[in-house]
């Protein structure tokens, strides 16, 4: 592990749960209001089944994303950082074993995430999304995959 973060050193990549989170609350409020607003009873009854089904779907995506255990992560130069539901790790990249990105479509769940399986954890870490650096033209997975290849190199 590494040492805290200096102040001087620039973040590439920066992922966090808090703008998703805060767009399907804002959905899930927008819903309830229609119902309330609507007041449940000029609805069909299919509509008020459509309405609840949405809501159970924005609380669910709110749900699925408090419990990613990775709520924030910071890349930097020389190392990175997450936090979230699990303890704070702080590793460098010479510690990474594997990245590999994977596309899936389980309800409620990102499309795509990045794991990144590093020698001092027995289970990957999981990064929901795949952030891209509009400032570097690339995506966290490829960036990753660049950084570790360069790594290996400097230790061969």
């Known amino acids: 592990m590494t040492n805290p973060t200096n102040s001087s050193e620039r ?54 994303l408090y419990m990613i255990p990775v709520h924030r992560a910071e890349f930097f130069d020389n190392h990175f950082e997450m936090s979230g539901r699990m303890p704070s790790k702080q590793a460098k990249y010479s510690e990474i074993l594997h990245v590999s990105k994977s596309a899936r479509f389980r309800p409620l769940d990102p499309f795509t995430q990045v794991s990144i399986r590093l020698s001092t954890e027995e289970a990957p870490v999981m990064i929901p999304g795949n952030p891209y650096s509009s400032k570097l033209k690339i995506d966290l997975y490829s960036w990753l995959t660049r950084k570790t290849a360069s790594q290996d190199s400097l230790a061969n």
């Open 11 to 64: 973040v590439v990549f920066t992922y966090s749960s808090v703008r998703p989170m805060s767009g399907l609350a804002v959905f899930l409020a927008g819903t309830i209001l229609v119902g309330i607003g609507g007041s449940f009873s000029s609805y069909s009854p299919e509509g008020v089944v459509f309405l609840i089904l949405l809501s159970v779907i924005f609380l669910g995506g709110i749900l699925r």
